[in-house]
């Protein structure tokens, strides 16, 4: 995070801007970068220290005391100043915001809104209770052994009520195929304790093809800041991410029903500030809304879009927390991320064809996360990308063409894994 800059006006005073981080977040870099341009930042992180850069204020918080933690933002504001607003970033940096700022007297989602966006069995129940479409859905307790299963309306997906990133997601076609579900998904919880980790979620498979919509809830309404296509298939068995492509070739009416639905489900939600991150499945039925994160797109697909004079999608996010005119339109041209998957379990030895790869036009960047040695875990249980492929062009079909080709090139080399075989 070395280099960002600190602009000052000779006699104004730069506003306060109090970022809420978990440890490790991918979008702890862009974010700072976007608001040193325009405030004096405080770094907040859970831990015996704040995981800052030396020359950043930062400060360590018990995020599971929240008196503890506004005692010390009080004293922190007394000492250099009111903070202007309060940034969450990923999930468990919008629910500690969203926590915090009515004891702060800021702007954020209620507290309650941002659980339900972090809960599938409670964003179910909100979606229904306000008919947005939604597929059948129960909760279920995490038992392989109980009853009743056989007469459940299959194909099924199978997903954790609290867990993101697809993790622990799985498709199951028959009651003997969820009540081994449910068995691997007991395994996957019980090496990642929290919240709902007795339960899972239930709902019927639906087919058709996925969006994801990026937006902005400024006083309740929302702005789309992009709508990203999914070119490819997401049938199961798991349900990894992979290609985002944007602007989407869909056409104008299904654009605007998809805002419609993802709008109708924010309210539902009762979000009414800031990012959010939509999926949606389409099929002759209409629009479904599969999940809304009160937070921006994941990773480092962020990166995709530019607003305005070059502004990045972090620098919008700030500008909204802070109270800053917005410039929403989209800079021209295609642009498409691939989310590289982990082919399978092992560790990782070398990738092969990195110069080929970046070589096929349209590639505008190539980062493998993974480092030589890591252990690398694939879906259901795992929880990362291998790393991120971007490319830019005049069309969308040929920024996907581009992605497939440079995915092509690569191969990456693993050697075994001695902690057990996981079933694909």
Do not use: K
């Given at each position: 995070m070395r280099g960002l800059r600190r602009r000052r006006v000779r006699g104004l005073k730069r506003p306060r801007l109090l970022v809420i981080a978990p440890f490790g977040s991918y979008r702890t870099a862009p974010f700072l970068a976007a608001?040193?341009?325009?405030?004096?930042?405080?770094?907040?992180?859970?831990?015996?220290?704040?995981?800052?850069?030396?020359?950043?204020?930062?400060?360590?918080?018990?995020?599971?005391?929240?008196?503890?933690?506004?005692?010390?933002?009080?004293?922190?504001?007394?000492?250099?100043?009111?903070?202007?607003?309060?940034?969450?970033?990923?999930?468990?940096?919008?629910?500690?915001?969203?926590?915090?700022?009515?004891?702060?007297?800021?702007?954020?989602?209620?507290?309650r809104a941002v659980a339900i966006a972090r809960r599938k069995d409670l964003a179910r129940a909100a979606l229904a209770g306000a008919r947005v479409r939604v597929p059948w859905h129960q909760v279920l307790a995490l038992d392989a052994r109980q009853p009743g299963l056989a007469a459940l309306p299959y194909p099924l997906v199978l997903k954790p009520v609290a867990l993101s990133g697809s993790r622990g997601v799985m498709r199951v076609d028959d009651e003997a195929a969820l009540r081994r579900g449910l068995t691997r998904l007991a395994a996957i919880l019980g090496a990642t304790p929290g919240e709902g980790g007795d339960r899972a979620l239930v709902e019927r498979f639906i087919p058709g093809i996925e969006v994801a919509l990026e937006g902005l809830l400024v006083g309740g309404r929302l702005r789309t800041l992009a709508l990203f296509d999914k070119p490819e298939p997401l049938d199961g068995p798991f349900f990894e991410e992979t290609y985002y492509v944007t602007p989407s070739r869909l056409d104008d009416a299904t654009q605007e029903a998809v805002r419609r639905e993802v709008a109708r489900g924010a309210r539902a939600y009762g979000l009414t500030e800031g990012p959010i991150h939509a999926e949606c499945r389409i099929n002759a039925d209409g629009v479904w809304v599969i999940e809304i994160a009160s937070r921006t797109i994941g990773g480092l697909c962020g990166r995709l879009l530019r607003f305005g004079s070059g502004r990045s999608l972090e620098d919008i996010v700030v500008r909204h927390a802070l109270g800053l005119p917005l410039a929403l339109k989209r800079a021209s041209g295609a642009a498409g991320v691939l989310m590289i998957p982990i082919p399978g379990l092992g560790f990782l030895k070398r990738v092969e064809g990195v110069m080929a790869a970046e070589r096929v036009p349209g590639i505008v960047e190539l980062v493998i996360d993974a480092h030589e040695g890591q252990e690398l875990v694939p879906l259901p249980e795992g929880a990362s990308y291998l790393g991120f492929l971007f490319a830019r062009g005049p069309d969308p079909e040929g920024v996907y063409e581009a992605l497939r080709t440079a995915h092509g090139h690569l191969r990456f080399v693993l050697t075994p894994s001695w902690r057990g075989a996981l079933t694909r």
């Open positions: 608001a040193a341009e325009h405030a004096d930042v405080v770094l907040a992180s859970e831990g015996s220290s704040a995981l800052v850069r030396s020359d950043l204020p930062g400060l360590a918080l018990p995020f599971s005391d929240l008196e503890a933690c506004r005692r010390l933002l009080t004293e922190e504001a007394r000492r250099a100043g009111a903070f202007r607003a309060i940034l969450g970033l990923d999930d468990r940096g919008t629910e500690i915001a969203g926590a915090l700022a009515p004891l702060l007297g800021l702007r954020a989602n209620a507290p």
